[in-house]
C-alpha cells in the first residue's frame, strides 16, 4: 500500500486469500509447504547451525536466506564466514552478508580489453568461432577450456561443430529428461490421446522408440512410407474410425492404428482423480520398453534408460499424495503432469577423462579452467534481464527484495569480472543475429568503461561485419587444412540396365537438367513429406482429372445443356472429395474444392458449346504402358525409332475428341495451373523446345490406329474463369519433325549417360532435389562438363 504507483491490492488481496485456503488444506493433512516452513523458521528464531557454514560465491543471496544467516550468527558470531574472490579494494562493492551491492555495481568501470572480444554473425558462425579459438588455443589440454554458453540454445551447434573437428567435449549440467526420447513419446501420446488428429498420430508412430515397440508387437514395417502416401493422397484432419481411399493400400496403418489403441487402452475415459491415472502410465512405459535390451555403456541407450528411471520415480512420488491434493484429469494431462515434475531434471553426460567441459553462464565464475571461451555474449544473456511480469513488475521486486534487473546486472558484472582474471586466458564472443536472423545487441557490460572506450566499441559493434570468405575450412583435429568446404554433389553413376522405355512428359524434366532427370527417373527419387495443409498444383490438377474422367462416361458427355453438364460436374465433384478427404476436409481444402467448383461451371459453358459444335469426346485418361498385355484398359506404349532401336513412349492422353461432322480428331490435356499458359508458351522458348509432350502424344496415338494428323492443345482450368476453355497448339509439319528429332537426340543422351553437370541456375520447381544438388549451398564445387 505504501508503494508508489502500486494498483494491485485487490489482486494480491485475492491471492492472499488463495495461499491462506492452499495452507489450510496442507494443515488440516498434517502437511508443511516447504517455503512457508522457512517463513515460520524465522519468523519464531529456529534457524541454528550444529557446525561452522563457510559460503563460497555466494555472492546473491535472497531475503529468507540473509535473515536465517542473521539469526544464526546472532547466536554463533564466529559460525559463518562468507569468502568472497575479490581484490580487498572492491570491499565497498559487498554488503555486510557478502553479497554484491547493486548499485555500486552500477556504476562500477570494468576494464574488459578490446583482443579479448570477437564477433561472429549466427550461432552457426558462433560455433564455428569456437572451434578456430580451440585452433588457437594447442597449449591448452582439453580438460583446462571450458566453453561457456549464456544462450543454451546454441549449444547443439557447438557440440556438433566440435564433433566434426574431434574435439572431445562434455556438457555438464547435462541433458534435460523432458528432452530424452522417452518423454517426448509420453508427450506424442498425451497429444495424440487428447486430440485425435493426424499430426499427433505422425509423430507417435515415427518416433523411433514406438517403431522398436511396433516391430517387436508384430507390425509389418513399411508403414511410414504407407502414412506419407495416405497423407498425400487424403490430406487428413484426424485419425480414428474410417481409413479413406483403397483398403488394401491402408491395411498396415489400420494394423497399427488398432495396435497403439490398445497400448493406450487403460489411458481412456473422462476426468478421474490424478493417482487413478499413475499405475496405467506406469503400465504404458513398461509395455514399451518392458521387453528392450539396455546396453548402459551405449549413450543413447543409457539416457533412456535413466530418463525411464526419473519417470518411475516420480510415479512413485505422486502416487503417495493424499487424493485431496490430486485434482481430477484427463488422461492426456495426467501424463503431461508426470512430464511437468520430471522435465527439470537433468542427465548428466559420462566423465570424460580429457573433454572440453561446457557449461552456463553462471557455473562459468565457479570454474578454475585457465582457457575460457564465452559465447552469446550479448543483451539479454549478459545480463539477463525482466522487463515484463505479471505479478510482480521490477519496483515491486526491489520493494520486496526479490531478484530485479539491478541485482542481475551486478550479478553478471561480478561474474565477468572473476572471468577476467590475469590468470588465466578469456575470450567474449558477440554474436549478431540469432539463429532466425533477428538482430542482436552486445551485452551492455562492454558499455561500462570510460567514454573513449565505449565510442569506440558503438563504432565497431554497430559497423558491418567483417567478410569471413578467406577463411580456411576446419578439418578433424582443428587443423584448417581443407581447401574447400567438401561439398560435392553425387556424380551419376553407370546404370546397369538402360532405359528402355520414356514417359512423354519425361523429355521435359531432361531438357531442364539432365542430372535432375537422372536423380528422379533414372534413380526414381522422390521426396514425401506431411506437411502440406492444402493441394499442391499436382493434386489439384489430379482431383479435376478424376472427375472429368468420370464426366466421360457419364450420361451427360454429349449434352448441350451447360446447367446438366454444370450440376454433373458439382455431383462428381462432391463425391469424389468425400471419397478421397471424407466428410470434413480441412478449411484450407474446402476453400480449393470451390475455386475448382467455379473453373468447372466455367468449363460446362464451353462444353455445351462444344458438343453443339459436334465435338464428341472418343477417349479420355486413356493409359499407355508396356503392362497392356496383363491389364486390358491400358494401351500398348507407343514407339520412337533412334538409331535402329526402339524407345518405348508411355504416358497417359487426358482426352482425344472427334468431330461427328468432319472427322477431325483434336488430343487434348487439361491444364489447371493458375496461369493458363497456352502451349506455345510451355513447349518452347526462344524457338527452341523445351517440352515434348503434345508432339510426343502423336506417337501414342498410333497405337490406336490414329494416323492422320491430328490437333494438339490444351484445355485450361486456369484461375481467371474467363479464360476457361480450349487453347490449340499452332505448329507446323516442319516443326513437329524438328521436336521428333529432339526428342531422338534426347534418347541418344540418355542411352549415352549424359547427365552431367546439373543445370544452373536450378530449374523452376525443382526443390524437390535441391538438397542433393545442394541448390543454394555455399562452397559447393562449381560443375564442369564431363570431358
Not at 243 to 248: R, V
Request: hydrophobic share 40%; net charge negative; with cysteine.
Amino acid at each position: 500500500r505504501n508503494l508508489e504507483g502500486f494498483t494491485e491490492t485487490q489482486r494480491w488481496q485475492t491471492l492472499t486469500a488463495l495461499q491462506q485456503k492452499y495452507l489450510s488444506t496442507l494443515d488440516g493433512l498434517k502437511l508443511w509447504d516447504r517455503q512457508t516452513a522457512r517463513r515460520f523458521a524465522i519468523q519464531h528464531d529456529e534457524c541454528e547451525l550444529r557446525k561452522p557454514l563457510v559460503l563460497i560465491g555466494a555472492v546473491d543471496l535472497n531475503q529468507a536466506m540473509r535473515m536465517m544467516l542473521d539469526q544464526v550468527a546472532k547466536k554463533a558470531p564466529e559460525a559463518v564466514t562468507a569468502l568472497i574472490y575479490a581484490p580487498a579494494e572492491w570491499r565497498k562493492r559487498f554488503d555486510s552478508h557478502g553479497c554484491l551491492a547493486p548499485d555500486v555495481w552500477q556504476e562500477a568501470e570494468l576494464s574488459i580489453p578490446d583482443e579479448i572480444v570477437v564477433e561472429a554473425d549466427d550461432p552457426a558462425d558462433q560455433a564455428d568461432t569456437v572451434a578456430r579459438q580451440l585452433a588457437d588455443a594447442a597449449e591448452f589440454r582439453p580438460e583446462d577450456i571450458t566453453v561457456g554458453l549464456p544462450d543454451e540454445r546454441i549449444l547443439p551447434m557447438v557440440m556438433r561443430q566440435l564433433d566434426e573437428c574431434e574435439v572431445p567435449n562434455r556438457y555438464g549440467p547435462g541433458r534435460s529428461v523432458g528432452s530424452t526420447s522417452v518423454c517426448r513419446l509420453l508427450s506424442n501420446l498425451a497429444e495424440w490421446i487428447e486430440t485425435n488428429r493426424y499430426p499427433e498420430f505422425a509423430a507417435v508412430v515415427r518416433h523411433p522408440d514406438m517403431e522398436q515397440w511396433l516391430l517387436r508387437d508384430g507390425v509389418r514395417p513399411g508403414w511410414l512410407e504407407a502414412l506419407d502416401d495416405y497423407y498425400n493422397s487424403h490430406l487428413p484432419t484426424a485419425i480414428g474410425g474410417d481409413w479413406l481411399g483403397d483398403a488394401a493400400r491402408t491395411d498396415g496403418l489400420r494394423d497399427v492404428e488398432s495396435h497403439i489403441k490398445r497400448l493406450l487402452k487403460g489411458l481412456r475415459g473422462g476426468p478421474r482423480p490424478l493417482s487413478e491415472w499413475l499405475p496405467s502410465i506406469g503400465k504404458l512405459l513398461l509395455k514399451i520398453y518392458g521387453e528392450r535390451d539396455f546396453d548402459l555403456e551405449n549413450e543413447a541407450d543409457r539416457v533412456r534408460w535413466m530418463a525411464i528411471q526419473c519417470v518411475q520415480k516420480s510415479l512413485q512420488h505422486l502416487v503417495r499424495l493424499p487424493s485431496e491434493l490430486t485434482p481430477n484429469v484427463s488422461a492426456s494431462e495426467a501424463i503431461e503432469f508426470v512430464l511437468d515434475q520430471v522435465s527439470g531434471e537433468r542427465i548428466a553426460p559420462k566423465n570424460a577423462e580429457a573433454a572440453v567441459e561446457l557449461v552456463g553462464w553462471l557455473e562459468l565464475s565457479l570454474d578454475d579452467a585457465p582457457r575460457l571461451i564465452v559465447t552469446s555474449f550479448n543483451e539479454g544473456f549478459v545480463p539477463s534481464s525482466m522487463n515484463a511480469d505479471l505479478f510482480l513488475p521490477g519496483a515491486l521486486r526491489t520493494a520486496l527484495g526479490l531478484e530485479d534487473n539491478a541485482r542481475r546486472y551486478a550479478r553478471d558484472a561480478y561474474a565477468l569480472s572473476t572471468l577476467l582474471s590475469p590468470w588465466r586466458e578469456t575470450t567474449l564472443i558477440v554474436g549478431r543475429r540469432t539463429e532466425d536472423d533477428d538482430p542482436l545487441a552486445p551485452s551492455r557490460l562492454l558499455f561500462a568503461a570510460d567514454p573513449d572506450v565505449l565510442a569506440r566499441r558503438a563504432l565497431r559493434f554497430f559497423s558491418p561485419l567483417e567478410s569471413k570468405l578467406d577463411r580456411r575450412p576446419l578439418a578433424g583435429g582443428l587443423r584448417a587444412t581443407r581447401r574447400d568446404l567438401g561439398f560435392d554433389v553425387p556424380r551419376p553413376q553407370d546404370t546397369e540396365e538402360p532405359l528402355e522405355h520414356l514417359r512423354v512428359t519425361a523429355f521435359a524434366a531432361y531438357l531442364a537438367c539432365p542430372y535432375r532427370f537422372y536423380l528422379s527417373q533414372v534413380l526414381g527419387f522422390r521426396s514425401a513429406s506431411d506437411d502440406a495443409t492444402e493441394l499442391d498444383g499436382a493434386a489439384f490438377g489430379s482431383l479435376a482429372h478424376t472427375v472429368l474422367e468420370e464426366f466421360a462416361s457419364s450420361d451427360e458427355r454429349e449434352s448441350t445443356d451447360a446447367d446438366r453438364i454444370r450440376l454433373c460436374f458439382e455431383h462428381l465433384l462432391a463425391r469424389q472429395v468425400a471419397r478421397q478427404f471424407g466428410e470434413h476436409p480441412g478449411p484450407a481444402i474446402r476453400i480449393q474444392v470451390q475455386q475448382l467448383r467455379l473453373r468447372l461451371a466455367a468449363l460446362a459453358e464451353w462444353q455445351a458449346e462444344r458438343a453443339v459444335q459436334g465435338w464428341r469426346i472418343e477417349h479420355a485418361e486413356l493409359a499407355f504402358s508396356r503392362k497392356s498385355d496383363e491389364r486390358p484398359e491400358i494401351r500398348r506404349p507407343g514407339e520412337l525409332l533412334v538409331d535402329g532401336r526402339i524407345m518405348y513412349l508411355t504416358g497417359r492422353i487426358d482426352r482425344i475428341d472427334v468431330n461427328v461432322n468432319t472427322g477431325q480428331r483434336q488430343i487434348l490435356d487439361y491444364k489447371t495451373s493458375d496461369s493458363g499458359l497456352k502451349p506455345q508458351q510451355t513447349h518452347r522458348h526462344k524457338h527452341e523446345w523445351v517440352d515434348l509432350q503434345l508432339p510426343l502424344y502423336r506417337h501414342l496415338a498410333r497405337s490406336l490406329g490414329i494416323d492422320e494428323p491430328v490437333g494438339l492443345g490444351y484445355v485450361l482450368l486456369p484461375k481467371n474463369s474467363a479464360n476457361v476453355g480450349l487453347a490449340l497448339a499452332e505448329w507446323s509439319a516442319e516443326e513437329l519433325a524438328e521436336a521428333d528429332r529432339m526428342a531422338q537426340q534426347v534418347v541418344r543422351q540418355i542411352r549415352a549417360g549424359e547427365f552431367w553437370p546439373p543445370k544452373e541456375p536450378p530449374p523452376k520447381f525443382s526443390e524437390e532435389l535441391a538438397f542433393i544438388c545442394m541448390d543454394g549451398v555455399f562452397g559447393r564445387k562449381r560443375f564442369e562438363p564431363v570431358g
